[in-house]
């Protein structure tokens, strides 16, 4: 089992950059894959990204690619996001998430079993 608690969120403009972080509990960090989901309100939750649990792969959503970067320390038990060039349409409650043994399908919120609490991202323009 693995508790997640996200932090960084915040209120910026357009452009600006944000650095999320989910920090995880636990002695088995390294073997869970990780995820970054949205969620703006009267929307559904959406796939923003992922990386594997050795760093091997990493997936974006195409509105995010070459703006937002996600990378993890192993060490620290910690996945980050970093999210440039903000947009007001990445305004969002931003959620991390886990789950062992996926091979497919990152971006489907149902595969992971593990979630945060979420951190609010506001962007202005």
């Known amino acids: 089992q693995v508790q997640l608690v996200e932090s960084g969120g915040g209120l910026v403009q357009a452009g600006d950059s944000l650095r999320l972080s989910c920090a995880a509990s636990g002695r088995t960090f390294s073997t869970y894959n990780m995820g970054w989901f949205r969620q703006a309100p009267g929307k559904e939750r959406e796939f923003v990204t992922a990386i594997t649990w050795n760093s091997g792969r990493t997936y974006y959503a195409d509105s995010v690619k070459g703006r937002f970067t996600i990378s993890r320390d192993n060490a620290k038990n910690t996945v980050y996001l970093q999210m440039n060039s903000l947009k007001p349409e990445d305004t969002a409650v931003y959620y991390c998430?886990?789950?062992?043994?996926?091979?497919?399908?990152?971006?489907?919120?149902?595969?992971?079993?593990?979630w945060g609490q979420g951190t609010q991202v506001t962007v202005s323009s």
């Open positions: 998430a886990a789950q062992q043994y996926l091979y497919s399908d990152y971006d489907l919120p149902q595969k992971y079993r593990y």
